[in-house]
């Protein structure tokens, strides 16, 4: 079973910053290739990131490509997600998502397992 734990949440204002971060227990995260969701109020959950077991390999939403990027490092069983020159519709609760059966899957049900997430705020 894989446990998995978001932090770095926050607010910020718009240009700004925030490195969120997904810890993983239970078996090693360089077995997982892992992803990062996001949900707006009365929204659905909508893909950001994703990445390869190894890391060498990302894709990302149209949405935040060349805004946030996602690196993993498996001896700390922890994923990171950089996001920069954030905006207001980047508002959202993100969680963080492991065990796709590829790096190019968008689609939550692909997902096995889900962090509870965590409120990232951007305001204008």
């Known amino acids: 079973q894989v446990q998995l734990v978001e932090s770095g949440g926050g607010l910020v204002q718009a240009g700004g910053s925030l490195r969120l971060s997904c810890a993983a227990s239970?078996?090693?995260?360089?077995?997982?290739?892992m992803g990062w969701f996001r949900q707006a109020p009365g929204k659905q959950r909508e893909f950001v990131a994703a990445i390869s077991r190894s890391g060498v390999s990302t894709y990302y939403a149209d949405s935040v490509k060349g805004r946030f990027t996602i690196t993993r490092n498996n001896a700390k069983n922890t994923v990171y997600l950089q996001m920069n020159s954030l905006k207001p519709e980047d508002t959202a609760v993100y969680y963080c998502?492991?065990?796709?059966?590829?790096?190019?899957?968008?689609?939550?049900?692909?997902?096995?397992?889900w962090g509870q997430g965590t409120q990232v705020t951007v305001s204008s």
């Open positions: 998502a492991a065990d796709p059966p590829g790096t190019h899957s968008t689609r939550s049900d692909e997902y096995d397992y």
């Open positions: 239970g078996p090693p995260l360089s077995g997982l290739r």
